[in-house]
Each structure stands twice: as C-alpha cells, then as structure tokens.
T-cell receptor, first 112, second 112 residues
Framework: NAGVTQTPKFQVLKTGQSMTLQCAQDMNHNSMYWYRQDPGMGLRLIYYSASEGTTDKGEVPNGYNVSRLNKREFSLRLESAAPSQTSVYFC???????????FGPGTRLLVL | QKEVEQDPGPLSVPEGAIVSLNCTYSNSAFQYFMWYRQYSRKGPELLMYTYSSGNKEDGRFTAQVDKSSKYISLFIRDSQPSDSATYLCAMKRGTGFQKLVFGTGTRLLVSP
C-alpha cells in the first residue's frame, strides 16, 4: 500500500496562475481532507470530504475549490494563486470506523 | 486564544534523556487525543492515540491525558537521535467526522 500520495511535491506559481493539487489514497478510506501548514499556525483545515460525493468547507476555504473525483481521489484547486497561499499542503484520509487521520507527504507551494 | 497551545521549542536533549512534550487546551469537550510526529519536509505520522483520560504506553512512548487540568503529555524514554522531529498534538470532540484541532508543534532535537 502506498497510503496517501500527493502530486506534485513542489510547485512555483506566479500570482494569478491556477493549479490543481492531486491526492489519492489506496486504503479504502471514506473521508479525505486538505490542510495547509504555515509556521506558527499549525495545520489548518481547508476543505474536507466526509464521504464520496460530498465536500464541505473547513477553517480557511477562501481561494480554494475541491473535487472528490471518486473514493480514492480528492483534488484541491487554486483558481487564481496569491502570495498568501504560499504554504505546505497536506492531504489526509480517515476510515469511517477510526478516529485517526493519515497524512500524505505534502506539496510545497511557492506563489511569487 | 488558541484552542490548543503547544510550546514551539526547540527542545534540545542528549541521547538517552527522558523527554516530556505537552499541550494545553481550552475546550473541555475534547475527548480524543493524538500525537503526531513530523520529520522535516515530511507529512505528519500518527504516533499515539488515546481516548478520554489516562495513560497509554507503546514501547518508549507514553501518552498521558489529564482532562481535569486540560493537559496532555507525551513522554519519550531513552530518547534517540532518530526521535528528532516536530511533535504535534491533536484533539477532537467526538466520533465520526469532527474537526481535528492541532497544536503548532514542538521541535525536538536529540543530540548523540
């Protein structure tokens, strides 16, 4: 099992450009999450998908959109990147019967 | 005031020392408590998970929850250089989908 995988590992964007961060899990988990991690701020929830076909806003959703493509895949889209979106983005997944989340390796995003 | 407070460190100890990492929280509704370990440029990985108050031991690691004081701890015995990482506490209110609230992490450095 690869667990939770994320692509790309690193990306540089110019202000106003768009991009999609990809996440996939092979653990047959129901719920998937997108977080951003910034120094001194900890992990903050952007969006989540409690189950296939549903998505909801988290703590910091502005400037982002998500798609739960199927049970395995959950993508995060930045339509018009801003320097404030420079961060490390983590995807996570959780099995419905468990309380713990499993994280991917992260995508480091730099917006110039 | 943040819901979960964690000293950022760094905490520097010699190899073999006993390490104590702590978090305080303000929301008495939290029932599930987790510790994640995050190596540099990697995703968080689950280390310990406890429900409600009490202790839980796993090898060199012991997680302790004191709900009356709203205080949780992670103890590492016989610390090793490979324990050098950032340790994140996380907690949630109930079962199923509930928002996981993270501390900002404590950076631990174990010197040989």
């Amino acid at each position: 099992n690869a667990g939770v995988t994320q692509t790309p590992k690193f990306q540089v964007l110019k202000t106003g450009q768009s991009m999609t961060l990809q996440c996939a899990q092979d653990m047959n988990h129901n719920s998937m999450y997108w977080y951003r991690q910034d120094p001194g701020m900890g992990l903050r929830l952007i969006y989540y998908s409690a189950s296939e076909g549903t998505t909801d806003k988290g703590e910091v959703p502005n400037g982002y959109n998500v798609s739960r493509l199927n049970k395995r895949e959950f993508s995060l889209r930045l339509e018009s990147a801003a320097p404030s979106q420079t961060s490390v983005y983590f995807c996570a997944s959780r099995l419905a019967a468990q309380e713990t989340q499993y994280f991917g390796p992260g995508t480091r995003l730099l917006v110039l | 005031q943040k819901e979960v407070e964690q000293d950022p460190g760094p905490l520097s100890v010699p190899e073999g020392a006993i390490v104590s990492l702590n978090c305080t929280y303000s929301n008495s509704a939290f029932q599930y408590f987790m510790w994640y370990r995050q190596y540099s440029r990697k995703g968080p990985e689950l280390l310990m998970y406890t429900y409600s108050s009490g202790n839980k031991e796993d090898g060199r690691f012991t997680a302790q929850v004191d709900k009356s004081s709203k205080y949780i701890s992670l103890f590492i015995r016989d610390s090793q250089p490979s324990d050098s990482a950032t340790y994140l506490c996380a907690m949630k209110r109930g079962t199923g989908f509930q928002k996981l609230v993270f501390g900002t992490g404590t950076r631990l450095l174990v010197s040989p």
